[in-house]
């Protein structure tokens, strides 16, 4: 429940005379008090352009995080930015709400800020309302049009983010399915470009990092993206390109009043405050799934990776099956092509072998319909209620715990409805989503919580497409956490160890990291069944045990690119992953100060061992003041595990 109290204390408004800015109108704090947001006119007056700031107070140190944040709708009937006259700000309140996620870096979240609505109104006298929260990790605001009834075109958002050169920026160029690789830029080597979402920023003295991103897109809007073609120095939001799901949608998005858009989130802190947010689902709307019990997070096998076209055959699909009752994983995925099952089965057979292992089952379909080239089957299946109704039905009767849904190649107005869509009839059925050739997270796991990841990620897959994810693959291992996996769930497809197509410079401990480094509600383990099989027993049982959702989540080290290593906690045990992402063997002291004091841990510390697939196993009891030193070697890794002794 949303307490709304009045926040007197954390909002300041300036009057005219205010010796601090004449254009400074007001300014909002986080609950802590770290954290602010500030409304400021370029005129020195009521009427004109505006724009916010945000700034951040590291323990007494107050950096300003964005120069300015340039504000401003354009509406098909009329402009909404260069004139416009500030009315009032409403009553301050008091967001303050707690609610569970069932999947994610933490089971109870809190959604707390202090929230005003500054109310405009252009020259003609239609009315613009902007939200604005401060947060203790970072700001959100949106836009709203309050009057009661009018269809229009958004025809452009006018909002844009200043960003001086020497800050330093890890950005990836715009794809459809969000699966590039990230470019770590200032000064003179920032590019021009359209960009995905999210963006990494740290300031040129590190006093302050913050990564850009959007959530709560829903069906009154479309996804947009940063673009700084037009000037290096400014990112503005930026609708999807015209020709993006062959040219079908319209990439300007309709809106009926009253009216509220998206939220743009600007996460803000330390990396560790970064890595920890839940900030893009606290500003999500709430769940509308009632009954929950059937979402159930967990690891698949899965096998595409080593086999492209593995679900056609019916004896690969039962060894995997094998695989996943072996380890103890509750899922295997039949992906694509399961409607041509052959060599001693069909799907039907195939699924009844599945159930007699204690396994459920995982489909792929083809996102269909004329926004994708894509001709693979099965197709079309997904593509209105009516089908997918029909096609839930079988899929119920069949024992199927979920579908995963491919190439859909915009994220248009028309696209966003598709994917909610999807969820809505598949909960109905309670079936599980995952989307693949995707957009990235928008807090929707939140709402939708039958959601239980995304693609949207140049993941393990990519060493089936070409020689250049070899050497890339370390240090892209390595920006993840900071970047793609803050904002949502990554299917990633991680823990190989035997190659594929193309080969692996990363070691078995850097590996095995990954199934903690990434968090995915349903975390797909992409290797054949001897690579998991001719592992020694230490880590065989590792992976029986490593859950796929998360009680708490900390950042314990890393930098971007470089090397990162995350605690992750479980009921009463922790899990530690991490990653070298560099050429060098590093040493690393892992501290266990995080442990509740007075309580002795059982401690399994499995890294790297002489070579890069050899691994090295101890056993010590720790508790809150011990600490350990570990050697990584060159692009390698650890994974740690602590369960209480009482």
């Given at each position: 429940?949303?307490?709304?109290?009045?926040?007197?204390?954390?909002?300041?408004?300036?009057?005219?005379?205010?010796?601090?800015?004449?254009?400074?109108?007001?300014?909002?704090?986080?609950?802590?008090?770290?954290?602010?947001?500030?409304?400021?006119?370029?005129?020195?007056?009521?009427?004109?352009?505006?724009?916010?700031?945000?700034?951040?107070?590291?323990?007494?140190?107050?950096?300003?995080?964005?120069?300015?944040?340039?504000?401003?709708?354009?509406?098909?009937?009329?402009?909404?930015?260069?004139?416009?006259?500030?009315?009032?700000?409403?009553?301050?309140?008091?967001?303050?709400?707690?609610?569970?996620?069932?999947?994610?870096?933490?089971?109870?979240?809190?959604?707390?800020?202090?929230?005003?609505?500054?109310?405009?109104?252009?020259?003609?006298?239609?009315?613009?309302?902007?939200?604005?929260?401060?947060?203790?990790?970072?700001?959100?605001?949106?836009?709203?049009?309050?009057?009661?009834?009018?269809?229009?075109?958004?025809?452009?958002?006018?909002?844009?983010?200043?960003?001086?050169?020497?800050?330093?920026?890890?950005?990836?160029?715009?794809?459809?399915?969000?699966?590039?690789?990230?470019?770590?830029?200032?000064?003179?080597?920032?590019?021009?470009?359209?960009?995905?979402?999210?963006?990494?920023?740290?300031?040129?003295?590190?006093?302050?990092?913050?990564?850009?991103?959007?959530?709560?897109?829903?069906?009154?809007?479309?996804?947009?993206?940063?673009?700084?073609?037009?000037?290096?120095?400014?990112?503005?939001?930026?609708?999807?390109?015209?020709?993006?799901?062959?040219?079908?949608?319209?990439?300007?998005?309709?809106v009926t009043l009253p009216w509220q858009s998206p939220w743009r989130v600007m996460i803000i802190g330390t990396l560790a405050d970064i890595v920890a947010s839940t900030l893009v689902d606290d500003?999500?709307?709430?769940?509308?799934?009632?009954?929950?019990?059937?979402?159930?997070?967990?690891?698949?096998?899965?096998?595409?990776?080593?086999?492209?076209?593995?679900?056609?055959?019916?004896?690969?699909?039962?060894?995997?099956?094998?695989?996943?009752?072996?380890?103890?994983?509750?899922?295997?995925?039949?992906?694509?092509?399961?409607?041509?099952?052959?060599?001693?089965?069909?799907?039907?057979?195939?699924?009844?072998?599945?159930?007699?292992?204690?396994?459920q089952p995982l489909m792929w379909y083809n996102s269909g319909g004329p926004h994708t080239y894509v001709n693979s089957t099965p197709r079309d299946r997904m593509l209105t209620h009516e089908k997918?109704?029909?096609?839930?039905?079988?899929?119920?009767?069949?024992?199927?715990?979920?579908?995963?849904?491919?190439?859909?190649?915009?994220?248009?107005?028309?696209?966003?409805?598709?994917?909610?869509?999807?969820?809505?009839?598949?909960?109905?059925?309670?079936?599980?989503?995952?989307?693949?050739?995707?957009?990235?997270?928008?807090?929707?796991?939140?709402?939708?919580?039958?959601?239980?990841?995304?693609?949207?990620?140049?993941?393990?897959?990519?060493?089936?497409?070409?020689?250049?994810?070899?050497?890339?693959?370390?240090?892209?291992?390595?920006?993840?956490?900071?970047?793609?996996?803050?904002?949502?769930?990554?299917?990633?497809?991680?823990?190989?160890?035997?190659?594929?197509?193309?080969?692996?410079?990363?070691?078995?401990?850097?590996?095995?990291?990954?199934?903690?480094?990434?968090?995915?509600?349903?975390?797909?383990?992409?290797?054949?069944?001897?690579?998991?099989?001719?592992?020694?027993?230490?880590?065989?049982?590792?992976?029986?045990?490593?859950?796929?959702?998360?009680?708490?989540?900390?950042?314990?080290?890393?930098?971007?690119?470089?090397?990162?290593?995350?605690?992750?906690?479980?009921?009463?045990?922790?899990?530690?992953?991490?990653?070298?992402?560099?050429?060098?063997?590093?040493?690393?002291?892992?501290?266990?100060?995080?442990?509740?004091?007075?309580?002795?841990?059982?401690?399994?510390?499995?890294?790297?061992?002489?070579?890069?697939?050899?691994?090295?196993?101890?056993?010590?009891?720790?508790?809150?003041?011990?600490?350990?030193?570990?050697?990584?070697?060159?692009?390698?890794?650890?994974?740690?595990?602590?369960?209480?002794?009482?």
């Amino acid at each position: 429940m949303v307490n709304m109290k009045t926040a007197f204390v954390a909002v300041v408004f300036w009057a005219l005379g205010s010796s601090l800015s004449f254009a400074q109108k007001v300014t909002v704090q986080s609950p802590d008090k770290k954290i602010s947001i500030a409304l400021f006119s370029d005129n020195n007056n009521d009427v004109g352009e505006w724009y916010i700031k945000a700034a951040y107070n590291n323990n007494g140190k107050i950096s300003e995080v964005t120069p300015r944040i340039d504000l401003g709708l354009l509406r098909s009937d009329q402009d909404f930015s260069k004139e416009l006259k500030f009315l009032k700000a409403g009553k301050p309140i008091l967001i303050n709400e707690q609610y569970t996620a069932l999947h994610g870096k933490r089971a109870v979240c809190t959604n707390s800020a202090n929230e005003v609505i500054l109310s405009f109104e252009n020259p003609s006298k239609a009315k613009l309302d902007i939200i604005i929260r401060a947060y203790n990790d970072g700001i959100a605001f949106r836009y709203g049009f309050p009057e009661k009834q009018g269809t229009f075109t958004i025809k452009d958002e006018l909002t844009a983010y200043a960003i001086p050169k020497e800050t330093v920026r890890w950005m990836e160029k715009w794809n459809t399915a969000n699966e590039g690789l990230y470019v770590s830029m200032s000064d003179s080597s920032i590019q021009r470009e359209q960009w995905c979402y999210p963006a990494l920023f740290r300031l040129k003295d590190s006093s302050c990092w913050f990564l850009l991103h959007e959530a709560d897109v829903n069906r009154t809007y479309c996804g947009t993206k940063l673009s700084n073609t037009n000037d290096g120095s400014s990112y503005k939001l930026t609708f999807p390109d015209p020709g993006d799901g062959r040219g079908l949608g319209a990439s300007q998005p309709t809106v009926t009043l009253p009216w509220q858009s998206p939220w743009r989130v600007m996460i803000i802190g330390t990396l560790a405050d970064i890595v920890a947010s839940t900030l893009v689902d606290d500003v999500s709307a709430s769940s509308v799934v009632k009954n929950t019990g059937w979402i159930k997070p967990g690891i698949a096998s899965w096998n595409y990776w080593s086999s492209n076209h593995g679900t056609k055959d019916y004896k690969i699909v039962c060894e995997f099956a094998d695989l996943a009752a072996e380890m103890n994983w509750p899922y295997t995925l039949l992906d694509w092509e399961w409607d041509e099952m052959s060599n001693g089965g069909n799907l039907e057979d195939a699924l009844q072998y599945i159930h007699s292992k204690g396994v459920q089952p995982l489909m792929w379909y083809n996102s269909g319909g004329p926004h994708t080239y894509v001709n693979s089957t099965p197709r079309d299946r997904m593509l209105t209620h009516e089908k997918r109704v029909e096609e839930f039905m079988k899929l119920k009767k069949l024992g199927v715990a979920g579908v995963k849904v491919d190439f859909f190649e915009s994220e248009k107005q028309d696209m966003i409805k598709y994917y909610l869509d999807i969820l809505m009839d598949a909960a109905q059925f309670e079936m599980m989503v995952y989307f693949h050739g995707c957009l990235v997270p928008r807090g929707w796991t939140r709402t939708y919580p039958n959601l239980m990841t995304h693609e949207a990620v140049r993941g393990a897959e990519w060493y089936n497409n070409g020689p250049d994810f070899t050497m890339a693959a370390p240090a892209h291992n390595a920006i993840l956490p900071f970047t793609r996996n803050v904002v949502g769930p990554m299917d990633y497809t991680p823990v190989t160890f035997t190659n594929s197509q193309y080969p692996h410079i990363t070691s078995y401990g850097h590996e095995l990291a990954l199934s903690i480094v990434f968090e995915s509600g349903i975390q797909h383990l992409a290797d054949r069944p001897e690579g998991y099989r001719l592992l020694p027993d230490a880590a065989k049982t590792f992976l029986k045990e490593v859950p796929a959702a998360w009680d708490d989540t900390r950042l314990l080290g890393g930098y971007p690119g470089k090397d990162v290593m995350i605690a992750r906690r479980k009921n009463s045990a922790w899990f530690i992953g991490g990653i070298n992402a560099e050429i060098l063997e590093k040493k690393k002291t892992i501290t266990f100060s995080f442990l509740p004091e007075g309580v002795k841990y059982k401690l399994t510390l499995i890294s790297d061992g002489r070579h890069d697939k050899d691994l090295a196993v101890q056993y010590l009891t720790v508790d809150s003041s011990s600490s350990v030193e570990i050697n990584m070697l060159r692009r390698g890794g650890v994974v740690a595990v602590l369960k209480p002794m009482y």
